[in-house]
T-cell receptor, first 114, second 113 residues
Framework: GQQLNQSPQSMFIQEGEDVSMNCTSS?????WLWYKQDPGEGPVLLIA?????ELTSNGRLTAQFGITRKDSFLNISASIPSDVGIYFC??????????????FGTGTRLQVTL | KAGVTQTPRYLIKTRGQQVTLSCSPI?????VSWYQQTPGQGLQFLFE???????NKGNFPGRFSGRQFSNSRSEMNVSTLELGDSALYLC????????????FGSGTRLTVV
């Protein structure tokens, strides 16, 4: 099945550092979502983006919907140990009154060292 | 507000058997989707149900099926299990399933031996 390309695949950072990751697709989406998954749990929604060019923040997290509608970016500022986990982007195409599946990225594994 | 509940959390089955997984969505949510997560293929969409009707289906063989009940609870069934069916199966619910984020359950970890 299709997966979106996420980079980097994994990263080790020190507490307090800023983190950037991105997600690219060969297809256009009209909704971009960012999820975080902890071991043994399901993904938890962090940020939803609905418009090309949109920049949305949720605490220390900021995400952007790329203007081409084929990419999205997530930044985490001043990382803390609880930011450890796997971050997934997901693209969605929604038509009028129709359902849509989520197409997920390959994931970025984040590890934070003290 | 209770989240999405999936049962059982863990399951071990033998090749050739069948299995049924259950999902109770958030109260008031009418859309339920199922995803398979494996290390090799990542998160892949299986199917989505809304008001007891399958609205969308992923690229999985017919051995994978599902249904939704009038109370929005959903079940998925996998028949003739293969080793490659070992995965974390995630259920997600949404109010209407039209746009925006879905709330995921903790998943059912299926191991086929």
């Amino acid at each position: 099945g299709q997966q979106l390309n996420q980079s980097p695949q994994s990263m080790f950072i020190q507490e307090g550092e800023d983190v950037s990751m991105n997600c690219t697709s060969s297809s256009i989406f009209n909704t971009w979502l960012w999820y975080k998954q902890d071991p043994g749990e399901g993904p938890v929604l962090l940020i939803a983006l609905y418009k090309a060019g949109e920049l949305t923040s949720n605490g220390r997290l900021t995400a952007q919907f790329g203007i081409t509608r084929k990419d999205s970016f997530l930044n985490i500022s001043a990382s803390i140990p609880s930011d450890v986990g796997i971050y997934f982007c997901a693209g969605q195409i929604v038509g009028t009154g129709t359902a849509s599946k989520l197409t997920f990225g390959t994931g970025t594994r984040l590890q934070v060292t003290l | 507000k209770a989240g999405v509940t999936q049962t059982p959390r863990y399951l071990i089955k033998t090749r050739g058997q069948q299995v049924t997984l259950s999902c109770s969505p958030i109260s008031g949510h009418r859309s339920v989707s199922w995803y398979q997560q494996t290390p090799g293929q990542g998160l892949q969409f299986l199917f989505e149900y809304f008001s007891e009707t399958q609205r969308n289906k992923g690229n999985f063989p017919g051995r994978f099926s599902g249904r939704q009940f009038s109370n929005s609870r959903s079940e998925m069934n996998v028949s003739t299990l293969e080793l490659g069916d070992s995965a974390l199966y995630l259920c997600a619910s949404s109010p209407q399933g039209t746009r925006g984020g879905y709330t995921f359950g903790s998943g059912t970890r299926l191991t086929v031996v």
